[in-house]
């Protein structure tokens, strides 16, 4: 299933928990030879202050060459660089992926066609996880 919010967020379902989905998603970044600058641990953080959420993670991922021209060109993109995809557990129990669709981001920014290229690819990463 594919959700498309009117804020730019792009969502999928995917199969498995958070739990593999993110070590999915890291080996395909590794793969690639993205930098992963960080994972979130968003539900173990709310943990450490005795609330509960449901499992969600957020992983902070980029390529400096390529996200640094857009930078350059757009500084207000350093909002939304590195790239980030958010996987959550829904209230089903269900595991979905949430990012900023490359569209959104190139009119947020107002980016050309050639740069919006530079973080395009998060859309063939998002549905190699998703299957």
């Known amino acids: ?27 395909i970044l ?24 449901p499992n969600t993670k957020l992983v902070i991922f980029g390529n400096p060459q390529a996200g ?8 207000s993109s350093a909002l939304d660089l590195p790239l980030k995809i958010l996987i959550a557990e829904g209230a089903d129990g269900s595991t979905w992926i949430s990012y900023n669709s490359a569209s959104y981001l190139q009119m947020r920014h107002e980016l050309n066609d050639v740069l919006i290229e530079n973080i395009a690819g998060i859309e063939n990463i998002v549905k190699a996880l998703a299957h």
């Open 1 to 27: 299933m594919f959700v498309l919010t009117d804020n730019g967020i792009l969502q999928r379902s995917a199969t498995g928990s958070v739990e593999e989905v993110v070590e999915r998603l890291l080996s």
């Open 30 to 53: 590794r793969g690639k030879g993205i930098t992963v600058f960080a994972v979130v641990d968003h539900s173990g953080e709310a943990t450490k202050i005795r609330l509960q959420m």
């Open 68 to 75: 640094t021209p857009v930078m350059l060109a757009a500084p």
